[in-house]
């Protein structure tokens, strides 16, 4: 009788924690891309994957409920999953629903057209035309944490002197006083609304960095706790987040006053200071996880605070996000998150970027020209930095919808490399047309704007290729990730144009030349 009652407790308690298994067999010649954007380098996933929970983890970027592969099937969940990779074989668990395997159609392009207009179908809309048609700049190498008025008006200045287009301006953080407050700090800006005019004079945009993290025992706490607006423990009382720049408060953004007050503050700072929009920094899952944080919303789980971040910024044409939970389609820019300067983080941005193109995510930007850790432009010794990694980076960059600077390269380069440079954002500027009717075309049909080779010509071998791309339908661009000057080129089917004017037919590998003040790109031109 023992025996019997102890085997019912356990079966009762297998059953409270059941996981919903679902197994997918490789097909012959088969191949899985998704899931997570940061691991864009791994895929498809021909190696074994360790499992991976979406609830619990984002190695600091995007992370959607979406699988799909070359032979048109696909998986997906409005519920975050974990899965693992082995053997030519997915295993996916969940708590939440039985995860379906579905059958799209024959190619990668099908896989992922099928399940965008059925989950993430595109609003429509775009975030503003400037981000695709301008470079970006961000404050944050150049200035750290010491945000201050002469040194951001210098850096705007010294972009237009080295005759670099203008275009966005991120002011990072620590400009304002606490976490929570949206005061300039008096003694680093004297006037603010003067620094925003000027720069508005130059003719950027201005954007400020903001996260939802509430500094403790100050007034904007006390507030917010009082009105229900801030994440709470079990005891009633105001939970404390763990993040990079300490512990915090957090906004409960489930709840929708609290979501509209934010929202009204952020658009009296556009009002009494003339800001353009903000770079939404943090709402990574991981801060979400305590099983201790009560909400608003009663059942809500980490993903949902994720979401209701991202939902912020639908609010502002201006905007820019690390971290994501689905939201495909929606008008928000994504940006990778920060790689460090190497040559192995630099092999990272072409497969990441289409990893987040094949996510749904076709705004994006490959995070900062030459990586966003600041430690690697203190104290340069220019007799050993290596300046071809800042050139190949801004490559890279140029053929993205988006490129985003932050380390000022005529701080760090020679003339030689400060004018390829200089010419890599001209060219962005220049292509800014084309781009920007990429996004447009992205609006209305929900494809990326950065393709898979194996998404644009199916069954041509293309599948395990991550060093090539295309910017739409119309240029298969060949970076260089590596400190050499010749690099190898596959050719889909057709004829194509490089930008030497040189002919290429399809169907062959080429070996090329790329001396560092070329990007080579090849137009479809049959």
Same mark, same amino acid.
């Given at each position: 009788?023992?025996?019997?009652?102890?085997?019912?407790?356990?079966?009762?308690?297998?059953?409270?924690?059941?996981?919903?298994?679902?197994?997918?067999?490789?097909?012959?010649?088969?191949?899985?891309?998704?899931?997570?954007?940061?691991?864009?380098?791994?895929?498809?996933?021909?190696?074994?994957?360790?499992?991976?929970?979406?609830?619990?983890?984002?190695?600091?970027?995007?992370?959607?409920?979406?699988?799909?592969?070359?032979?048109?099937?696909?998986?997906?969940?409005?519920?975050?999953?974990?899965?693992?990779?082995?053997?030519?074989?997915?295993?996916?668990?969940?708590?939440?629903?039985?995860?379906?395997?579905?059958?799209?159609?024959?190619?990668?392009?099908?896989?992922?057209?099928?399940?965008?207009?059925?989950?993430?179908?595109?609003?429509?809309?775009?975030?503003?035309?400037?981000?695709?048609?301008?470079?970006?700049?961000?404050?944050?190498?150049?200035?750290?944490?010491?945000?201050?008025?002469?040194?951001?008006?210098?850096?705007?200045?010294?972009?237009?002197?080295?005759?670099?287009?203008?275009?966005?301006?991120?002011?990072?953080?620590?400009? #304002?006083?606490? *976490? $929570?407050?949206?005061? %300039? !700090?008096? @003694?680093?800006?004297?006037?603010?609304?003067?620094?925003?005019?000027? +720069?508005?004079?130059?003719?950027?945009?201005?954007?400020?960095?903001?996260?939802?993290?509430?500094?403790?025992?100050?007034?904007?706490?006390?507030?917010?706790?009082?009105?229900?607006?801030?994440?709470?423990?079990?005891?009633?009382?105001?939970?404390?987040?763990?993040?990079?720049?300490?512990?915090?408060?957090?906004?409960?953004?489930?709840?929708?006053?609290?979501?509209?007050?934010?929202?009204?503050?952020?658009?009296?700072? #556009?009002?009494? *200071? $003339?800001?353009?929009? %903000? !770079?939404? @920094?943090?709402?990574?899952?991981?801060?979400?996880?305590?099983?201790? +944080?009560?909400?608003?919303?009663?059942?809500?789980?980490?993903?949902?605070?994720?979401?209701?971040?991202?939902?912020?910024?639908?609010?502002?044409?201006?905007?820019?996000?690390?971290?994501?939970?689905?939201?495909?389609?929606?008008?928000?820019?994504?940006?990778?998150?920060?790689?460090?300067?190497?040559?192995?983080?630099?092999?990272?941005?072409?497969?990441?970027?289409?990893?987040?193109?094949?996510?749904?995510?076709?705004?994006?930007?490959?995070?900062?020209?030459?990586?966003?850790?600041?430690?690697?432009?203190?104290?340069?010794?220019?007799?050993?930095?290596?300046?071809?990694?800042?050139?190949?980076?801004?490559?890279?960059?140029?053929?993205?919808?988006?490129?985003?600077?932050?380390?000022?390269?005529?701080?760090?380069?020679?003339?030689?490399?400060?004018?390829?440079?200089?010419?890599?954002?001209?060219?962005?500027?220049?292509?800014?047309?084309?781009?920007?009717?990429?996004?447009?075309?992205?609006?209305?049909?929900?494809?990326?704007?950065?393709?898979?080779?194996?998404?644009?010509?199916?069954?041509?071998?293309?599948?395990?290729?991550?060093?090539?791309?295309?910017?739409?339908?119309?240029?298969?661009?060949?970076?260089?990730?590596?400190?050499?000057?010749?690099?190898?080129?596959?050719?889909?089917?057709?004829?194509?144009?490089?930008?030497?004017?040189?002919?290429?037919?399809?169907?062959?590998?080429?070996?090329?030349?790329?001396?560092?003040?070329?990007?080579?790109?090849?137009?479809?031109?049959?």
């Amino acid at each position: 009788m023992k025996r019997l009652k102890l085997g019912l407790i356990l079966l009762l308690c297998n059953n409270i924690f059941a996981q919903n298994v679902t197994k997918v067999t490789f097909l012959p010649d088969e191949y899985w891309w998704g899931g997570v954007v940061a691991r864009g380098s791994q895929m498809p996933y021909i190696e074994p994957l360790r499992e991976y929970n979406l609830a619990t983890q984002n190695d600091n970027n995007q992370v959607v409920p979406f699988l799909l592969s070359n032979k048109g099937r696909y998986v997906w969940s409005d519920y975050p999953f974990k899965f693992s990779v082995a053997e030519k074989e997915i295993n996916i668990s969940s708590e939440y629903e039985n995860v379906v395997i579905h059958a799209a159609g024959k190619t990668l392009k099908e896989a992922y057209l099928h399940a965008c207009k059925k989950h993430f179908r595109p609003s429509g809309q775009l975030p503003d035309s400037m981000f695709f048609t301008k470079p970006q700049y961000n404050t944050w190498i150049e200035l750290m944490y010491n945000q201050n008025q002469e040194d951001i008006l210098t850096y705007a200045q010294s972009i237009v002197d080295n005759d670099f287009p203008v275009g966005i301006l991120m002011i990072d953080d620590n400009w #304002q006083k606490y *976490y $929570g407050n949206f005061e %300039f !700090k008096p @003694d680093k800006f004297p006037d603010p609304k003067a620094m925003t005019d000027r +720069l508005h004079q130059l003719g950027f945009k201005v954007m400020l960095w903001i996260c939802p993290f509430v500094s403790a025992d100050s007034p904007e706490y006390r507030f917010l706790h009082s009105k229900g607006y801030l994440l709470k423990n079990r005891n009633g009382q105001p939970a404390v987040i763990n993040w990079w720049n300490g512990q915090s408060a957090c906004y409960d953004f489930t709840n929708p006053d609290a979501a509209g007050y934010f929202v009204s503050l952020l658009k009296k700072m #556009q009002e009494e *200071y $003339g800001v353009d929009g %903000f !770079k939404f @920094d943090a709402g990574d899952n991981i801060y979400y996880t305590d099983n201790n +944080l009560v909400s608003y919303k009663k059942d809500a789980i980490s993903v949902d605070h994720t979401i209701a971040w991202a939902k912020i910024g639908l609010e502002f044409s201006f905007n820019e996000y690390r971290a994501c939970w689905k939201m495909g389609g929606e008008a928000l820019v994504q940006r990778l998150g920060d790689k460090s300067y190497s040559w192995d983080a630099l092999q990272l941005l072409v497969p990441d970027m289409i990893a987040a193109g094949l996510l749904g995510y076709a705004y994006v930007c490959p995070d900062m020209i030459g990586g966003g850790q600041y430690g690697s432009f203190l104290n340069i010794d220019h007799n050993k930095f290596d300046q071809s990694l800042i050139v190949r980076s801004a490559q890279i960059h140029t053929l993205m919808p988006m490129m985003q600077f932050s380390v000022a390269p005529w701080r760090i380069l020679n003339d030689e490399n400060l004018a390829i440079v200089r010419k890599m954002a001209q060219l962005h500027e220049k292509m800014g047309g084309y781009i920007m009717s990429c996004a447009r075309e992205s609006a209305k049909t929900g494809e990326p704007i950065v393709r898979h080779l194996e998404y644009s010509f199916p069954n041509e071998g293309f599948a395990e290729c991550k060093d090539q791309f295309m910017l739409g339908d119309k240029y298969m661009v060949a970076p260089m990730f590596t400190n050499g000057n010749t690099r190898t080129v596959k050719f889909p089917k057709g004829r194509w144009k490089d930008d030497q004017e040189k002919i290429y037919k399809g169907g062959q590998t080429v070996t090329i030349e790329a001396p560092l003040n070329r990007l080579p790109y090849f137009e479809k031109i049959r």
